[in-house]
């Protein structure tokens, strides 16, 4: 069974940064493109950051240049660069990723994390 898992999520002051990881493990051939959402309180799950394979990335506009999405491939494992936080980044952020189970076969798997809770004190 495919799964990815958050990590370091947390409590911080505005103007303070985190940095989230998110492993993948079980049985796959390879990830192509991985993200970040989050979903805040009473608010619908909204992209983040998402990047490709290969290292292309887009971010969601509240968040370009305040925060950096990155990936090793060899490790299979997603990061998310947070500076100048803000309370309204307050959420819980969860990983997405785009699984090929096999080389035999193209059908992709869309897997999600259990997400981690960031809040960002005014």
């Known amino acids: 069974q495919v799964q990815l898992v958050e990590s370091g999520g947390g409590l911080v002051q505005a103007g303070g940064s985190l940095r989230l990881s998110c492993a993948a493990s079980g049985s796959f051939f390879s990830i192509n493109g991985m993200g970040w959402f989050r979903q805040a309180p009473g608010k619908q799950r909204e992209l983040v950051a998402r990047?490709?394979?290969?290292?292309?990335?887009n971010y969601a506009d509240s968040v370009k240049g305040r925060f950096t999405i990155s990936r090793d491939n060899a490790k299979n494992t997603l990061f998310l660069e947070m500076n100048s936080l803000k309370p309204e980044d307050t959420a819980v952020y969860y990983c997405?990723?785009?699984?090929?189970?096999?080389?035999?076969?193209?059908?992709?798997?869309?897997?999600w994390g259990q997400g981690t809770l960031v809040t960002v004190s005014s």
């Open positions: 997405n990723g785009d699984f090929r189970k096999s080389l035999a076969s193209v059908t992709m798997l869309e897997v």
């Open positions: 990047i490709t394979r290969g290292g292309n990335t």
